[in-house]
């Protein structure tokens, strides 16, 4: 599990999650994450710098920073993509 790694998990609302934690603290049984929600869902009123759209294989998603929560890793299975690279600044 990376930091900026992007999840389908199960049992969530949000469509995909993307994972925030320090790598410092890999060991632990859970991961903090923001959730992704697809624009189109409702959730255009991204405020650009707390909330900022992000396009993520093709598709734009509001990065819903007010929702961080804790997310135990047996719900995130495989990660679909890692956003550092493209969006770490953001």
Same mark, same amino acid.
């Given at each position: 599990?990376?930091?900026?790694? !992007?999840?389908? /998990?199960?049992?969530?609302?949000? @469509?995909?999650?993307? %994972?925030?934690?320090?790598? *410092?603290?890999?060991? +632990?049984?859970?991961? !903090?994450?923001? /959730?992704?929600?697809?624009?189109? @869902?409702?959730?255009? %009123?991204?405020?650009?710098? *707390?909330?900022?759209? +992000?396009?993520?294989?093709?598709?734009?998603?509001?990065?819903?920073?007010?929702?961080?929560?804790?997310?135990?890793?047996?719900? *995130?299975?495989?990660?679909?993509?890692?956003?550092?690279?493209?969006?770490?600044?953001?």
């Amino acid at each position: 599990m990376a930091r900026f790694d !992007v999840y389908r /998990p199960t049992g969530r609302p949000a @469509s995909w999650l993307v %994972d925030v934690q320090s790598g *410092l603290l890999s060991d +632990l049984e859970s991961r !903090v994450g923001i /959730p992704l929600l697809p624009v189109e @869902s409702g959730r255009q %009123d991204a405020i650009d710098r *707390l909330m900022p759209v +992000l396009g993520i294989e093709g598709r734009d998603f509001v990065l819903v920073t007010t929702d961080i929560a804790m997310v135990p890793t047996r719900l *995130l299975g495989a990660p679909i993509t890692n956003i550092e690279a493209e969006h770490r600044d953001t």
